[in-house]
Protein backbone atom coordinates (compact mmCIF):
# COMPACT_ATOMS: atom_id res chain seq x y z
CA UNK A 1 0.00 0.00 0.00
CA UNK A 2 1.51 3.55 -1.04
CA UNK A 3 2.06 5.51 2.13
CA UNK A 4 1.11 9.36 1.72
CA UNK A 5 2.41 12.61 4.02
CA UNK A 6 -0.02 15.03 5.45
CA UNK A 7 1.10 18.06 6.50
CA UNK A 8 -0.13 18.45 10.12
CA UNK A 9 -1.87 22.42 9.57
CA UNK A 10 -3.91 21.62 6.29
CA UNK A 11 -5.09 18.77 4.11
CA UNK A 12 -2.43 18.81 1.48
CA UNK A 13 -0.86 15.25 0.76
CA UNK A 14 2.42 14.27 -0.73
CA UNK A 15 4.15 11.14 -1.71
CA UNK A 16 7.61 9.95 0.73
CA UNK A 17 9.95 11.45 -1.79
CA UNK A 18 8.15 14.66 -2.00
CA UNK A 19 7.64 14.97 1.79
CA UNK A 20 11.87 14.73 2.15
CA UNK A 21 12.25 17.08 -0.70
CA UNK A 22 10.14 19.65 1.04
CA UNK A 23 10.67 19.54 4.43
CA UNK A 24 8.67 21.34 5.98
CA UNK A 25 4.93 21.79 4.39
CA UNK A 26 4.18 24.73 2.26
CA UNK A 27 1.65 26.13 5.20
CA UNK A 28 4.30 25.90 7.87
CA UNK A 29 3.12 22.15 9.26
CA UNK A 30 5.28 19.41 9.40
CA UNK A 31 4.80 16.64 7.51
CA UNK A 32 3.44 13.02 9.16
CA UNK A 33 2.40 9.08 7.40
CA UNK A 34 -1.20 9.18 7.09
CA UNK A 35 -1.52 5.95 8.87
CA UNK A 36 1.25 4.65 10.76
CA UNK A 37 2.33 0.82 9.39
CA UNK A 38 2.35 -2.22 11.45
CA UNK A 39 5.63 -4.55 11.18
CA UNK A 40 5.31 -7.14 8.99
CA UNK A 41 8.24 -9.20 10.11
CA UNK A 42 7.47 -10.23 13.98
CA UNK A 43 10.09 -9.04 15.96
CA UNK A 44 11.47 -12.66 16.49
CA UNK A 45 12.15 -12.82 12.72
CA UNK A 46 13.91 -9.29 12.90
CA UNK A 47 16.05 -10.57 15.89
CA UNK A 48 18.41 -12.63 13.86
CA UNK A 49 18.63 -9.63 11.23
CA UNK A 50 21.85 -6.87 11.48
CA UNK A 51 20.91 -3.80 11.83
CA UNK A 52 20.82 -2.75 7.99
CA UNK A 53 18.56 -5.55 7.41
CA UNK A 54 16.27 -4.24 10.31
CA UNK A 55 16.45 -0.56 8.56
CA UNK A 56 15.15 -2.00 5.36
CA UNK A 57 12.25 -3.74 6.92
CA UNK A 58 11.02 -0.39 8.83
CA UNK A 59 12.04 1.99 6.23
CA UNK A 60 10.36 0.21 3.48
CA UNK A 61 6.91 0.12 5.09
CA UNK A 62 7.45 4.55 5.28
CA UNK A 63 9.38 4.86 1.90
CA UNK A 64 6.81 3.34 -0.20
CA UNK A 65 7.54 5.51 -3.58
CA UNK A 66 11.36 3.88 -3.26
CA UNK A 67 12.07 0.84 -5.13
CA UNK A 68 13.95 -2.03 -3.01
CA UNK A 69 17.20 -1.34 -4.94
CA UNK A 70 17.18 2.32 -4.30
CA UNK A 71 16.33 1.98 -0.46
CA UNK A 72 18.74 -0.74 0.14
CA UNK A 73 21.68 1.38 -1.31
CA UNK A 74 20.89 3.61 0.66
CA UNK A 75 21.18 2.02 3.59
CA UNK A 76 23.87 0.28 2.13
CA UNK A 77 25.99 3.47 1.70
CA UNK A 78 25.01 4.84 4.93
CA UNK A 79 25.34 1.94 7.50
CA UNK A 80 29.10 1.40 6.50
CA UNK A 81 32.40 1.52 8.24
CA UNK A 82 31.87 4.62 8.92
CA UNK A 83 30.63 3.41 11.91
CA UNK A 84 32.80 2.08 14.45
CA UNK A 85 31.23 -1.25 15.02
CA UNK A 86 29.74 -3.29 13.17
CA UNK A 87 26.80 -3.51 15.36
CA UNK A 88 26.19 0.24 14.54
CA UNK A 89 24.10 0.68 17.83
CA UNK A 90 25.64 -1.73 20.87
CA UNK A 91 24.27 -2.22 23.81
CA UNK A 92 25.12 -1.86 27.08
CA UNK A 93 23.29 -2.91 30.34
CA UNK A 94 24.74 -0.78 33.39
CA UNK A 95 23.07 0.65 36.63
CA UNK A 96 19.77 -1.57 36.03
CA UNK A 97 18.78 -0.39 32.10
CA UNK A 98 20.05 -0.70 29.10
CA UNK A 99 21.91 1.63 27.23
CA UNK A 100 21.55 1.70 23.30
CA UNK A 101 24.37 3.35 22.11
CA UNK A 102 23.24 5.67 19.06
CA UNK A 103 26.72 7.60 18.86
CA UNK A 104 29.66 5.04 17.13
CA UNK A 105 29.08 7.27 13.88
CA UNK A 106 31.16 9.75 12.40
CA UNK A 107 30.75 12.64 14.68
CA UNK A 108 29.86 10.46 17.49
CA UNK A 109 26.34 11.52 18.54
CA UNK A 110 23.03 10.23 17.87
CA UNK A 111 22.13 12.56 14.84
CA UNK A 112 24.52 10.36 13.00
CA UNK A 113 22.30 7.65 12.84
CA UNK A 114 19.76 9.87 10.42
CA UNK A 115 22.40 11.90 8.81
CA UNK A 116 24.55 9.36 7.50
CA UNK A 117 21.43 8.17 5.39
CA UNK A 118 19.44 11.51 5.05
CA UNK A 119 21.75 13.12 2.32
CA UNK A 120 21.15 9.71 0.00
CA UNK A 121 17.38 9.41 0.47
CA UNK A 122 17.43 13.18 -0.44
CA UNK A 123 19.36 12.71 -3.74
CA UNK A 124 17.38 9.31 -4.84
CA UNK A 125 14.21 11.52 -4.02
CA UNK A 126 15.33 14.26 -6.06
CA UNK A 127 16.16 12.15 -9.12
CA UNK A 128 12.45 10.81 -8.56
CA UNK A 129 11.06 14.23 -8.38
CA UNK A 130 12.91 15.55 -11.78
CA UNK A 131 14.50 18.33 -9.74
CA UNK A 132 17.31 20.00 -11.53
CA UNK A 133 18.10 22.34 -9.28
CA UNK A 134 20.69 22.32 -6.48
CA UNK A 135 19.60 21.64 -3.53
CA UNK A 136 20.53 24.23 -0.56
CA UNK A 137 20.49 22.33 2.79
CA UNK A 138 19.82 25.40 5.89
CA UNK A 139 20.28 23.59 8.97
CA UNK A 140 19.56 25.55 12.28
CA UNK A 141 21.96 23.82 15.17
CA UNK A 142 22.35 23.43 18.82
CA UNK A 143 25.61 21.59 18.30
CA UNK A 144 25.10 17.98 17.01
CA UNK A 145 23.11 18.19 14.11
CA UNK A 146 25.30 20.23 12.50
CA UNK A 147 28.16 18.39 12.49
CA UNK A 148 26.23 15.23 11.28
CA UNK A 149 24.62 16.99 8.61
CA UNK A 150 27.62 18.53 7.24
CA UNK A 151 29.50 15.16 7.60
CA UNK A 152 26.96 13.95 5.56
CA UNK A 153 26.41 15.80 2.80
CA UNK A 154 30.00 17.43 2.63
CA UNK A 155 30.88 17.17 -1.28
CA UNK A 156 27.75 15.34 -1.96
CA UNK A 157 27.54 16.00 -5.91
CA UNK A 158 24.13 18.75 -6.63
CA UNK A 159 23.94 19.75 -2.70
CA UNK A 160 25.14 22.73 -0.57
CA UNK A 161 25.02 22.69 2.77
CA UNK A 162 24.78 26.12 5.39
CA UNK A 163 24.96 25.43 8.98
CA UNK A 164 23.78 28.23 11.85
CA UNK A 165 24.74 27.48 15.12
CA UNK A 166 25.02 29.75 18.53
CA UNK A 167 28.34 31.52 18.82
CA UNK A 168 28.27 30.78 22.25
CA UNK A 169 25.89 27.90 23.14
CA UNK A 170 27.91 24.91 22.10
CA UNK A 171 30.66 23.11 23.45
CA UNK A 172 34.37 23.44 22.45
CA UNK A 173 34.58 19.99 20.74
CA UNK A 174 31.02 20.60 18.94
CA UNK A 175 32.52 23.99 18.10
CA UNK A 176 35.77 22.57 16.62
CA UNK A 177 34.53 20.15 15.19
CA UNK A 178 31.90 22.40 12.93
CA UNK A 179 34.31 24.81 11.82
CA UNK A 180 37.37 22.44 10.74
CA UNK A 181 34.82 20.53 8.72
CA UNK A 182 35.75 20.44 4.78
CA UNK A 183 34.45 20.10 1.66
CA UNK A 184 33.72 22.98 -0.90
CA UNK A 185 29.58 23.07 -0.74
CA UNK A 186 29.82 23.26 3.27
CA UNK A 187 29.18 27.00 5.08
CA UNK A 188 29.22 27.44 9.15
CA UNK A 189 27.62 30.44 10.63
CA UNK A 190 27.78 31.48 14.60
CA UNK A 191 25.11 33.22 14.96
CA UNK A 192 24.85 36.03 17.66
CA UNK A 193 21.77 34.43 19.78
CA UNK A 194 20.60 31.06 21.25
CA UNK A 195 19.53 27.79 19.35
CA UNK A 196 15.48 29.34 19.20
CA UNK A 197 17.09 31.84 16.96
CA UNK A 198 18.90 30.10 14.73
CA UNK A 199 16.11 27.95 14.39
CA UNK A 200 13.39 30.84 13.87
CA UNK A 201 15.47 32.63 11.41
CA UNK A 202 15.88 29.31 9.17
CA UNK A 203 12.25 28.62 9.50
CA UNK A 204 11.77 32.42 8.60
CA UNK A 205 13.94 32.14 5.25
CA UNK A 206 11.68 28.64 4.37
CA UNK A 207 8.74 30.68 4.82
CA UNK A 208 9.75 33.57 2.17
CA UNK A 209 8.36 33.25 -0.87
CA UNK A 210 9.79 36.33 -3.19
CA UNK A 211 13.41 34.33 -2.15
CA UNK A 212 12.47 31.08 -2.79
CA UNK A 213 11.44 32.44 -6.28
CA UNK A 214 14.65 34.46 -6.54
CA UNK A 215 16.64 30.96 -5.69
CA UNK A 216 14.83 28.89 -8.39
CA UNK A 217 15.74 31.23 -10.59
CA UNK A 218 19.36 31.02 -10.01
CA UNK A 219 18.81 26.93 -9.59
CA UNK A 220 18.56 26.84 -5.73
CA UNK A 221 15.87 25.22 -4.14
CA UNK A 222 15.96 24.76 -0.17
CA UNK A 223 15.79 21.69 1.66
CA UNK A 224 15.71 20.92 5.25
CA UNK A 225 18.25 18.94 7.28
CA UNK A 226 16.29 19.79 10.97
CA UNK A 227 14.49 17.17 12.49
CA UNK A 228 11.53 17.97 11.39
CA UNK A 229 12.30 16.65 7.93
CA UNK A 230 10.39 13.13 7.28
CA UNK A 231 13.59 11.51 6.12
CA UNK A 232 15.22 12.16 9.71
CA UNK A 233 12.55 10.83 11.63
CA UNK A 234 12.07 7.28 9.83
CA UNK A 235 15.50 6.31 10.18
CA UNK A 236 15.43 7.00 13.80
CA UNK A 237 12.68 4.37 14.25
CA UNK A 238 15.10 1.78 12.94
CA UNK A 239 17.23 1.72 16.45
CA UNK A 240 14.60 1.01 18.80
CA UNK A 241 12.60 -1.93 16.65
CA UNK A 242 16.42 -3.08 16.49
CA UNK A 243 16.89 -2.31 20.54
CA UNK A 244 13.58 -4.56 20.78
CA UNK A 245 14.94 -7.32 18.50
CA UNK A 246 18.37 -7.59 19.39
CA UNK A 247 17.52 -7.58 23.54
CA UNK A 248 15.02 -10.42 22.41
CA UNK A 249 18.07 -12.05 20.47
CA UNK A 250 20.16 -11.65 23.81
CA UNK A 251 17.41 -13.18 25.58
CA UNK A 252 17.13 -10.58 27.99
CA UNK A 253 13.45 -10.15 27.49
CA UNK A 254 11.28 -12.60 26.05
CA UNK A 255 8.72 -11.97 23.38
CA UNK A 256 6.06 -9.70 23.89
CA UNK A 257 7.60 -8.58 26.99
CA UNK A 258 7.16 -4.99 27.15
CA UNK A 259 9.67 -2.41 27.30
CA UNK A 260 10.26 1.27 28.65
CA UNK A 261 12.20 3.56 26.68
CA UNK A 262 14.47 6.98 28.02
CA UNK A 263 14.67 9.18 25.82
CA UNK A 264 17.20 12.73 26.26
CA UNK A 265 14.91 15.02 24.62
CA UNK A 266 15.10 18.47 22.95
CA UNK A 267 13.35 18.74 19.83
CA UNK A 268 11.17 16.22 20.23
CA UNK A 269 12.41 13.85 17.11
CA UNK A 270 13.97 10.93 18.74
CA UNK A 271 11.24 10.27 21.41
CA UNK A 272 8.69 10.95 18.32
CA UNK A 273 10.48 7.91 16.95
CA UNK A 274 10.28 5.65 19.74
CA UNK A 275 6.43 6.26 19.70
CA UNK A 276 5.51 5.62 15.70
CA UNK A 277 8.17 2.33 16.58
CA UNK A 278 5.30 2.01 19.29
CA UNK A 279 2.63 2.42 17.20
CA UNK A 280 4.12 0.03 14.63
CA UNK A 281 3.91 -3.46 17.25
CA UNK A 282 6.96 -2.78 19.45
CA UNK A 283 5.69 -3.66 23.28
CA UNK A 284 6.64 0.01 24.32
CA UNK A 285 5.00 0.87 27.79
CA UNK A 286 6.37 4.22 29.01
CA UNK A 287 7.94 6.66 26.35
CA UNK A 288 9.88 8.41 29.18
CA UNK A 289 10.47 12.29 28.00
CA UNK A 290 14.08 13.43 30.15
CA UNK A 291 14.27 17.18 30.01
CA UNK A 292 17.69 19.16 31.30
CA UNK A 293 16.65 22.74 33.44
CA UNK A 294 14.94 23.90 29.97
CA UNK A 295 12.24 21.59 30.94
CA UNK A 296 9.28 22.81 28.76
CA UNK A 297 8.66 19.59 27.80
CA UNK A 298 8.09 18.15 32.06
CA UNK A 299 5.95 21.44 32.04
CA UNK A 300 3.86 20.25 29.62
CA UNK A 301 3.37 16.87 30.15
CA UNK A 302 2.39 17.81 33.89
CA UNK A 303 0.16 20.52 32.82
CA UNK A 304 -0.72 20.09 29.49
CA UNK A 305 0.42 23.76 29.16
CA UNK A 306 3.50 24.41 26.47
CA UNK A 307 4.84 27.69 27.88
CA UNK A 308 8.22 29.02 26.32
CA UNK A 309 8.26 32.05 27.80
CA UNK A 310 10.87 31.68 30.57
CA UNK A 311 14.66 32.02 30.40
CA UNK A 312 16.59 30.16 28.54
CA UNK A 313 18.96 28.20 30.09
CA UNK A 314 22.93 27.31 29.04
CA UNK A 315 23.53 23.49 30.55
CA UNK A 316 26.12 20.75 30.15
CA UNK A 317 23.73 19.01 27.50
CA UNK A 318 23.61 22.23 25.29
CA UNK A 319 21.67 19.71 22.51
CA UNK A 320 18.69 19.81 24.72
CA UNK A 321 18.90 23.56 25.29
CA UNK A 322 16.10 24.34 23.17
CA UNK A 323 12.38 25.79 24.39
CA UNK A 324 10.40 25.22 21.24
CA UNK A 325 10.37 21.42 20.50
CA UNK A 326 9.62 21.24 16.85
CA UNK A 327 8.37 17.79 16.26
CA UNK A 328 5.91 18.20 19.34
CA UNK A 329 3.81 19.43 16.36
CA UNK A 330 3.76 15.91 15.29
CA UNK A 331 2.32 14.59 18.71
CA UNK A 332 0.33 17.53 19.14
CA UNK A 333 -1.45 16.90 15.92
CA UNK A 334 -1.99 13.16 16.74
CA UNK A 335 -3.60 13.82 19.92
CA UNK A 336 -5.95 16.34 18.50
CA UNK A 337 -7.33 13.40 15.90
CA UNK A 338 -5.28 14.12 13.09
CA UNK A 339 -7.55 18.09 13.18
CA UNK A 340 -4.93 20.25 11.03
CA UNK A 341 -7.03 22.78 12.28
CA UNK A 342 -7.09 22.50 16.01
CA UNK A 343 -3.54 21.97 15.60
CA UNK A 344 -2.91 25.08 13.57
CA UNK A 345 -4.46 27.11 15.87
CA UNK A 346 -2.31 25.90 18.53
CA UNK A 347 0.78 26.61 16.75
CA UNK A 348 -0.36 30.21 15.76
CA UNK A 349 -0.73 30.62 19.70
CA UNK A 350 2.91 29.36 20.04
CA UNK A 351 3.96 31.59 17.20
CA UNK A 352 1.75 34.62 18.58
CA UNK A 353 1.78 34.18 22.46
CA UNK A 354 5.07 31.81 22.76
CA UNK A 355 2.08 29.47 24.66
CA UNK A 356 -0.67 27.59 24.23
CA UNK A 357 -2.90 25.11 26.57
CA UNK A 358 -4.22 21.33 24.76
CA UNK A 359 -7.76 20.54 26.35
CA UNK A 360 -8.30 17.57 28.72
CA UNK A 361 -9.50 14.74 26.25
CA UNK A 362 -6.14 15.78 24.27
CA UNK A 363 -4.19 15.40 27.36
CA UNK A 364 -6.07 11.80 28.25
CA UNK A 365 -3.80 10.37 25.40
CA UNK A 366 -1.08 11.45 26.91
CA UNK A 367 -1.37 9.01 28.52
CA UNK A 368 2.01 6.82 26.94
CA UNK A 369 4.58 9.52 27.94
CA UNK A 370 5.88 10.20 31.09
CA UNK A 371 7.65 13.96 31.19
CA UNK A 372 10.91 14.12 34.07
CA UNK A 373 13.74 16.31 34.07
CA UNK A 374 17.11 16.63 36.12
CA UNK A 375 19.10 19.72 37.27
CA UNK A 376 22.66 20.15 36.52
CA UNK A 377 24.06 18.92 39.97
CA UNK A 378 21.81 16.00 39.63
CA UNK A 379 23.15 15.04 35.80
CA UNK A 380 26.57 15.63 37.48
CA UNK A 381 25.95 13.02 40.20
CA UNK A 382 24.51 10.67 38.12
CA UNK A 383 27.73 10.55 36.03
CA UNK A 384 30.05 9.80 38.77
CA UNK A 385 27.68 7.38 40.10
CA UNK A 386 27.48 5.29 37.04
CA UNK A 387 31.40 5.20 36.64
CA UNK A 388 31.44 4.96 40.28
CA UNK A 389 29.92 1.89 40.46
CA UNK A 390 29.61 0.69 37.57
CA UNK A 391 33.28 2.04 35.32
CA UNK A 392 30.52 3.05 32.76
CA UNK A 393 30.62 6.42 31.69
CA UNK A 394 28.02 7.95 29.94
CA UNK A 395 27.69 12.30 28.18
CA UNK A 396 25.92 14.56 29.66
CA UNK A 397 22.65 14.17 27.48
CA UNK A 398 22.64 10.80 28.50
CA UNK A 399 22.82 11.23 32.14
CA UNK A 400 19.57 13.76 32.25
CA UNK A 401 18.24 10.48 30.87
CA UNK A 402 19.55 8.33 33.56
CA UNK A 403 18.51 10.42 36.43
CA UNK A 404 14.74 10.51 34.91
CA UNK A 405 14.69 6.75 34.79
CA UNK A 406 15.67 6.38 38.37
CA UNK A 407 13.55 9.58 39.49
CA UNK A 408 10.45 7.70 37.87
CA UNK A 409 11.40 4.10 38.98
CA UNK A 410 11.29 5.43 42.60
CA UNK A 411 8.11 7.14 42.07
CA UNK A 412 6.36 4.48 39.67
CA UNK A 413 7.70 1.31 41.48
CA UNK A 414 7.95 -0.22 37.79
CA UNK A 415 10.07 -1.99 37.39
CA UNK A 416 9.70 -2.70 33.95
CA UNK A 417 12.99 -3.42 31.45
CA UNK A 418 14.36 -0.03 30.02
CA UNK A 419 16.08 0.80 26.82
CA UNK A 420 18.03 4.30 27.71
CA UNK A 421 18.71 5.94 24.30
CA UNK A 422 22.35 7.15 24.96
CA UNK A 423 22.83 10.36 22.47
CA UNK A 424 26.56 10.91 22.86
CA UNK A 425 29.76 9.75 23.54
CA UNK A 426 31.22 11.36 26.85
CA UNK A 427 34.59 12.13 24.16
CA UNK A 428 32.00 15.22 22.93
CA UNK A 429 31.25 16.31 26.09
CA UNK A 430 34.55 15.58 27.86
CA UNK A 431 35.33 18.47 29.69
CA UNK A 432 31.44 18.31 31.55
CA UNK A 433 32.31 14.28 32.18
CA UNK A 434 35.51 14.68 33.51
CA UNK A 435 34.67 17.70 35.92
CA UNK A 436 31.16 15.70 37.14
CA UNK A 437 33.90 12.92 38.15
CA UNK A 438 35.90 15.10 39.57
CA UNK A 439 36.40 18.67 40.05
CA UNK A 440 40.32 18.17 39.42
CA UNK A 441 40.02 18.28 35.85
CA UNK A 442 38.91 21.95 35.50
CA UNK A 443 42.76 22.73 36.07
CA UNK A 444 43.91 20.02 33.97
CA UNK A 445 41.56 21.69 31.21
CA UNK A 446 42.81 25.13 31.93
CA UNK A 447 46.43 24.08 31.90
CA UNK A 448 46.39 21.83 28.41
CA UNK A 449 42.78 21.72 26.78
CA UNK A 450 40.36 19.59 25.49
CA UNK A 451 42.68 16.90 23.85
CA UNK A 452 44.80 15.86 27.65
CA UNK A 453 41.07 15.61 29.04
CA UNK A 454 40.75 12.86 26.09
CA UNK A 455 43.80 10.72 27.15
CA UNK A 456 42.26 11.05 30.92
CA UNK A 457 38.90 9.77 29.84
CA UNK A 458 40.26 7.23 27.85
CA UNK A 459 42.38 5.94 30.91
CA UNK A 460 39.52 5.92 32.97
CA UNK A 461 36.51 4.36 30.72
CA UNK A 462 39.06 2.04 28.77
CA UNK A 463 37.52 3.27 25.81
CA UNK A 464 39.98 4.52 23.00
CA UNK A 465 39.75 7.72 21.80
CA UNK A 466 37.38 7.70 18.99
CA UNK A 467 38.67 9.14 15.44
CA UNK A 468 36.57 11.95 15.49
CA UNK A 469 38.29 13.36 18.17
CA UNK A 470 41.76 12.15 16.85
CA UNK A 471 41.69 14.14 14.00
CA UNK A 472 40.33 17.42 15.37
CA UNK A 473 43.83 17.81 17.06
CA UNK A 474 45.30 18.85 13.81
CA UNK A 475 42.24 19.92 11.90
CA UNK A 476 42.43 23.62 10.36
CA UNK A 477 39.82 25.47 10.95
CA UNK A 478 38.20 27.06 7.78
CA UNK A 479 35.13 28.75 8.19
CA UNK A 480 34.90 31.63 10.44
CA UNK A 481 31.87 34.05 9.54
CA UNK A 482 29.24 34.98 12.48
CA UNK A 483 26.24 37.20 11.69
CA UNK A 484 23.61 39.02 13.79
CA UNK A 485 20.05 36.91 13.74
CA UNK A 486 18.35 39.58 11.62
CA UNK A 487 21.81 39.01 8.72
CA UNK A 488 20.96 35.46 8.42
CA UNK A 489 19.15 35.73 5.12
CA UNK A 490 21.93 38.20 3.74
CA UNK A 491 24.31 35.61 4.85
CA UNK A 492 22.98 32.90 3.18
CA UNK A 493 23.24 35.35 -0.44
CA UNK A 494 26.57 35.87 0.30
CA UNK A 495 27.01 32.20 0.02
CA UNK A 496 24.90 31.62 -2.84
CA UNK A 497 25.76 34.43 -4.85
CA UNK A 498 29.06 34.77 -4.66
CA UNK A 499 30.40 34.21 -7.72
C1 LIG B 1 19.90 16.29 19.41
C2 LIG B 1 20.30 15.65 20.66
C3 LIG B 1 19.37 15.35 21.66
C4 LIG B 1 17.91 15.69 21.54
O1 LIG B 1 17.26 14.94 20.54
P1 LIG B 1 15.85 15.43 19.97
O2 LIG B 1 15.54 14.48 18.89
O3 LIG B 1 16.09 16.83 19.46
O4 LIG B 1 14.89 15.42 21.08
C5 LIG B 1 19.81 14.70 22.79
N1 LIG B 1 21.11 14.40 22.96
C6 LIG B 1 22.04 14.69 22.03
C7 LIG B 1 23.45 14.35 22.29
C8 LIG B 1 21.67 15.31 20.84
O5 LIG B 1 22.60 15.59 19.93
Known sequence: MEMLYKSTRS????TASQAILKGLAPDGGLYVPTHLPKLTTSLSDLSKKTYQEIAYEVMKLFLTDFTDEELRTCIQKAYDEKFDTKEIVPIKKAGGAYYLELFHGKTIAFKDMALSILPHLLITSAKKNQVKNEIVILTATSGDTGKAALAGFADVPGTKIIVFYPKNGVSPIQEKQMVTQTGENTFVVGIHGNFDDAQNGVKKIFGDEEFKNELDAAGFQFSSANSINIGRLVPQVVYYVYAYAKLLEQQEISEGEPINVVVPTGNFGNILAAYYAKQMGVPI????CASNENKVLFDFFQTGIYDKNRDFVLTSSPSMDILISSNLERLIYKVALEDAETNAEFMKQLSANGKYEITEEMKARLS?????????????AMIKKLYEEEHYIIDTHTAVAACVFEKYRAESKDETKTVIASTASPYKFIKSVLEAIDEKYAQLYEEKGDF???EELAVLSGVDI???????????VLHKTECDVDEMKNTVKRFLFKD
Do not use: M
Request: glycine share 6%.
Open 368 to 380: DFYGGYASEEEDA
Open 452 to 454: ALA
Open 285 to 288: QKLI
Open 466 to 476: PKAVEELRTAP
Open 11 to 14: TETV
